[in-house]
């Protein structure tokens, strides 16, 4: 078990990877990344972004932006807006995506955000109904926390589509926001998380999330805390373990430069 504390998204991961790096078999159950300013990106952060993009490309892997865009369509944001998001997201570009089987159990996190069908079979969108809830600011104190702030919880694990797959299914089980004194918070849960090849970009695509809602609240982004309930740094048949620790050892180096600080969203 390990509780890792830090300012931004790149030092929690890479602090976490040197954690991982000292357990036997590099894995450790129950990792918990408390990320203090999320949005907050330093020069030393991108350098770190920058190297393990460089790994996984170099490998034929996903880059830390795609693997983000798997969880918020930062992309359709940013061409679209809100609708981009709401609505161009689900009908246009996720139909595309599922042409590719290895994005059609682990890439879908975004499109289960996005809409999902009732008991009558009637289409909505979770995200929007969250965010809804979250605008009122004032919800019935029996459904959510009280004295904790306010609770809007989503699930990306589906009974019906998931329950049969013991291996290869989503790893991202739970979201849960929180309305505190100003601030969105955003609390991720994962049954498994894969440190080299998926972590960075999944915090990545978090961060954007909750910024997002933030946005549309009409708040500030809080903290992001990742808890993984099995992590490792993995290796075999993407890359070779002696290829890890360079890495590792790479990124300590960038991330102890003289921080200048950025202000920019990730």
Not at 46 to 64: E, P, Q, T
């Amino acid at each position: 078990m390990k509780l890792i504390q830090s300012a931004t998204l790149a030092q929690g991961w890479l602090d976490a990877c040197e954690h991982l790096l000292s357990m036997p078999e590099w894995r450790d159950t129950t990792v918990v990344l408390h990320i203090g300013e999320p949005t907050r990106v330093r020069r030393e952060d991108r350098a770190v972004a920058n190297a393990l993009d460089a790994f996984l490309l170099g490998h034929n892997k996903y880059s830390n932006h795609t693997v983000a865009e798997t969880i918020f369509p930062g992309y359709e944001y940013v061409r679209r807006g809100v609708d981009g998001v709401f609505s161009s997201y689900p009908d246009e570009i996720f139909p595309r995506l599922m042409d590719l089987p290895e994005v059609r159990r682990w890439g879908t996190y975004a499109h289960r955000l996005l809409q999902r069908t009732d008991k009558n079979g009637k289409k909505y969108n979770p995200l929007e109904v969250c965010i809804s809830k979250m605008r009122q600011k004032q919800p019935v104190r029996a459904a959510y926390e009280v004295g904790l702030g306010f609770g809007f919880d989503l699930a990306t694990y589906d009974d019906d589509e998931d329950r049969s797959a013991r291996l290869g299914g989503p790893c991202l089980s739970h979201l849960s926001f929180k309305l505190i004194g100003g601030k969105v918070h955003l609390t991720a849960m994962y049954r498994s998380h894969y440190y080299v090849q998926r972590a960075y970009g999944n915090l990545l695509g978090l961060a954007r999330l909750q910024s997002f809602v933030a946005e549309q609240v009409g708040v500030t982004s809080g903290p992001l805390v990742c808890h993984s309930t099995m992590a490792v740094l993995e290796h075999g048949k993407e890359w070779g373990k002696r290829e890890v620790p360079p890495l590792i050892n790479s990124c300590v180096g960038l991330a102890s430069a003289t921080p200048v600080n950025l202000t920019a969203s990730p």
